[in-house]
């Protein structure tokens, strides 16, 4: 298969793209934004000086994403890598937070711990200029297409399908591709079954868990303090309910894009939670049925997810807000308990509607933040 209109750019390409780039604008005036006290002559510069993925991330783009753990984290952590072989490569499906930073950070992490990046899934809906479509192909990015017709849609998926499979099998390259289309709004993290499909599209028929192996899928767990597009879902979610037909525009997802970057998160942790191969070949004996073995594939992934978050003190203030039962009363303090009542009022107050329904946003806010706990909880036979 030809993979040119999807594949990430190789290092052969960087250059002329780069140089591509220096010439857009916009693309400059963000990069001017990113680097305020660098001159855009020495920018072009130095960006013309790249001839290779590895070079332009760990030079270029590194000591951004240092400035945003630095400015707008509590710190951000990266743990399980002993779960891992640094030799072999992963097919990383995590939960869905952020559009941007929950490839970039993760990312970072393994740039620090002398592991190379991994490629990254990005939908084609938030490639709203051409110029970010060149910008994430330089920086290992491959692209998901989306809002086709049901034919188109086979296609395409057999595509990514083979892509996926050649980049882990043949080029020995990492991927991370989050469990579902679209960030979980309300923090509800499930796997579409619809990826797990996919993923056997390049694969026979009848053996859905031996092809799925080869992908070596290794779940990753995401757990952000706050989440600065809190607001921002919590009012599409009003949106959505007031108007059925309502569809977020170009404008929206660039929104979301940049208050999630610039935005307060505290602490972040991402726990790798191990390739799920040998509980694949234990779903394989349970069940020969295909239906049943992808839905099987599909809650393990979300186990591994769920029993692997971090859970802050905010999670069990919205958990025993949100359900009146106090469980973890005795764990935070009640300037703890009044600081992120604050914290919502702060967020909700940024929320601009002509029938702002206070009490419906209060309770998505509290579902986002509760249902990590709860999924947790479930997850480890706590609940």
């Known amino acids: 298969m ?34 305020p006290l660098m001159p855009k002559e020495v920018i072009k510069e130095r960006l013309l000086g790249y001839h290779a993925q590895n070079e332009f991330q760990k030079d270029f783009l590194y000591p951004f994403l240092q400035y945003l753990e630095e400015n707008t984290t509590k710190g951000v952590e990266l743990l399980g890598l002993e779960k891992i072989d640094r030799n072999t490569a992963y097919l990383f499906i995590s939960n869905h937070r952020d559009i941007v930073l929950d490839s970039s950070f993760f990312c970072k992490k393994l740039m620090e711990n002398s592991m190379d990046t991994v490629q990254i899934a990005i939908g084609d809906n938030l490639l709203i200029y051409p110029w970010i479509e060149d910008f994430v192909r330089v920086n ?10 049901a034919r188109q849609t086979l296609e395409s ?9 050649q980049t882990i099998q043949i080029k020995k390259s990492s991927i991370w591709m989050a469990q579902r289309e679209g960030r979980a709004k309300d923090s509800d993290d499930r796997t579409q079954e619809s990826i797990l499909k996919m993923l056997h599209l390049s ?24 989440d600065p597009c809190d607001f921002l879902k919590a009012k599409e979610f009003q949106l959505k309910r007031d108007c059925p037909d309502y569809k977020k525009q170009p404008s929206d997802d660039l929104e979301n894009m ?40 599909a809650q393990l992934i979300d186990f591994q997810i769920h029993a ?12 025993d807000a949100l359900t ?60």
């Open 203 to 226: 694969g026979k028929q009848n053996d859905f868990i031996r092809h799925i192996m080869q992908f070596n899928i290794c779940p990753l767990s995401i757990s952000y303090e706050y």
């Open 258 to 297: 940049v208050t999630g970057i610039m935005g307060f998160k505290g602490k972040v942790v991402f726990r790798i939670t191990g390739c799920i191969n040998e509980k694949l070949q234990e779903i394989a004996r349970e069940t020969e049925n295909r239906n049943e073995q992808i839905s099987k594939t």
């Open 2 to 35: 030809n993979f040119d209109e999807i594949r990430c750019y190789t290092n052969d390409e960087i250059h002329d793209i780069l140089e591509k780039l220096t010439n857009e604008k916009q693309f400059m005036k963000v990069v001017s934004t990113a680097y």
């Open 324 to 383: 009146g039962e106090n469980r973890f009363v005795h764990e935070y303090s009640n300037l703890e308990r009044v600081d992120f009542e604050q914290y919502l009022l702060k967020q909700m107050n940024k929320i601009q509607l002509e029938n702002k329904d206070e009490k419906f946003l209060r309770q998505k806010m509290l579902e986002m933040y509760a249902n990590p706990l709860i999924n947790f909880l479930k997850a480890t036979n706590q609940l």
């Open 157 to 165: 998926s057999k595509m990514l399908s083979a892509y996926l499979l």
């Open 308 to 319: 692997n978050y971090e859970i802050y003190t905010v999670n069990k203030i919205a958990y």
């Open 140 to 149: 290992k990015s491959f692209i998901v297409k989306r809002g086709l017709n």
